[in-house]
C-alpha cells in the first residue's frame, strides 16, 4: 500500500527547500546555490533523514525514562543496528510497493 502522507510529506519538504533556497538560507550549501534540490533527491533522503532522526529520539526517549547516558547509548545503537529499521531507512528506500 502507498501511504499519502509519505508523498504529501516529501512535497512540503521540497517545497520548504525550495523556499529556502530563494530566501538566500540555502547558502552554505554549495550545490543548492548553483541547483534546486529536486523532488527526487527529496524522495530518496527522506528514509535516511527519518531513520537517522528516529534513532536520535530513541535515544533522547531512553535518556528521559532512565537517565542514563549508556542506556540511551545502547538503545541508539540497537535502534541502528535492527534489520527491520534498517531495511526501511536505507537511502534510496521510498516504499511504494
Not at 525550495?18 to 524522495?43: F, I, P, Q, T
Request: aromatic share 12%.
Amino acid at each position: 500500500t502507498i501511504y499519502p502522507g509519505m508523498q504529501m510529506t516529501s512535497v512540503f519538504i521540497w517545497q520548504a527547500l525550495g523556499k529556502l533556497r530563494e530566501m538566500g538560507l540555502l547558502g552554505w550549501y554549495a550545490h543548492a546555490r548553483e541547483a534546486a534540490v529536486s523532488l527526487n533527491d527529496v524522495c530518496c533522503l527522506v528514509p535516511a533523514w527519518f531513520g537517522s532522526s528516529a534513532t536520535v529520539f530513541c535515544g533522547l526517549l531512553t535518556y528521559e525514562i532512565s537517565n542514563s547516558y549508556a542506556a540511551s547509548a545502547v538503545s541508539a545503537v540497537v535502534m541502528s543496528t535492527v534489520p527491520a529499521h534498517m531495511m526501511r531507512s536505507v537511502g534510496g528506500g521510498y516504499d511504494n510497493e
